[in-house]
């Protein structure tokens, strides 16, 4: 039978949008109501229980949507907050274990990186996934705060000289330890892949969250037999004004989705 009920995806901004990117490519008769959590970006600097109140509302405000599925499209909630999904009446899917298997996959040398947000970094989440599947590997990790902020600016050209400065520092520890693989802990992250594949080299496999994230959705939803059959518009909310959201949008998935974005008050929603 065919569960035409919209997916519902949520990050704390922009990030999310890379994970609905791969949703479309793989699922393209899936529905999408997505929500940034514009308002109150970056999660990633904050307390656990500040980002688990946070993911509890974004929840909230998803289910009001009568959603079929929630994907939390996010590193940092995929690490601290995905305890809240015990609460959920829909099935969740989050980011960091589809990441971990994929690197865990993908490398020959068992040389891991990991770079994400401090609080993702801090909860070891990826090395705990990566570490069930394989016992020997080394993984070195790196916080990289600054990434949410270049990218909700929209600085993402793999020219832009600001960037590319601030992404040789953080990964230099990463290029030192000699990784085969790196896992683009955060999903705005992969918005900089240009800049990050040119510094780890062409040899060094990237894991894109959001192409693991999204077959696994896909697996699921055939296994459950509750793809959707008839495609309607998608639709993205926002917790604050939505023109650079728009705008970032457009370059990130390559498609113009300014007049479906709705600003909402997530406040009201718990
Ligand atoms: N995209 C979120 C993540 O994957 C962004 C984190 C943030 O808001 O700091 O972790």
């Known amino acids: 039978m065919a569960d035409n009920r919209p997916i519902g995806v949520f990050d704390s901004g922009l990030g999310g949008l890379t994970v609905v990117k791969e949703l479309k490519r793989l ?14 970006v970056p999660y990633g600097t904050r307390s656990n229980d500040i980002v688990k109140r946070y993911a509890r509302e974004d929840e909230a405000f998803l289910l009001s ?7 939390a499209a996010c590193g940092t909630v995929s690490s601290v907050a995905y305890m809240t ?3 959920l009446p829909v099935p969740f899917i989050e980011v960091v274990t589809p990441a971990a298997l994929a690197a865990a996959n993908a490398t020959k040398n068992n040389k891991i990186g990991v770079i994400g947000t401090s ?3 801090g909860s070891r989440s990826h090395a705990r996934a990566i570490l069930k599947t394989l016992p020997d590997a080394v993984i070195v990790a790196n916080a990289c705060p600054l990434f949410v902020s270049l990218v909700e600016e929209g600085w993402i050209s793999p020219e832009d000289p600001v960037t590319n400065e601030v992404a040789k520092r953080y990964l230099e520890p990463i290029v030192n330890a000699d990784v085969d693989t790196l896992i683009m802990g955060c999903t705005h992250y992969p918005a900089l892949r240009p800049i990050l594949q040119k510094i780890m080299g062409d ?5 894109d969250p959001g192409l693991a ?8 939803l055939t296994k459950a037999n509750a793809l959707a059959e008839s495609k309607t518009d998608d639709k993205y909310f926002v917790s604050d004004r939505a023109n650079t959201f728009s705008k970032v ?6 498609e113009s989705i300014e007049d479906k974005v709705e600003q909402i008050d997530i406040f009201k929603y718990i």
């Open 27 to 40: 699922l393209p008769n899936e529905n999408i109501i997505y929500f940034g959590d514009t308002g109150r």
């Open 65 to 71: 949507q009568n959603v079929k599925m929630i994907i």
């Open 85 to 87: 999904a015990k609460e």
């Open 119 to 121: 609080v993702t970094v």
């Open 203 to 207: 040899k060094v496999t990237l894991i």
């Open 213 to 220: 994230t999204a077959m696994q959705v896909k697996d699921y």
């Open 249 to 254: 949008a457009k370059i990130l998935m390559g």
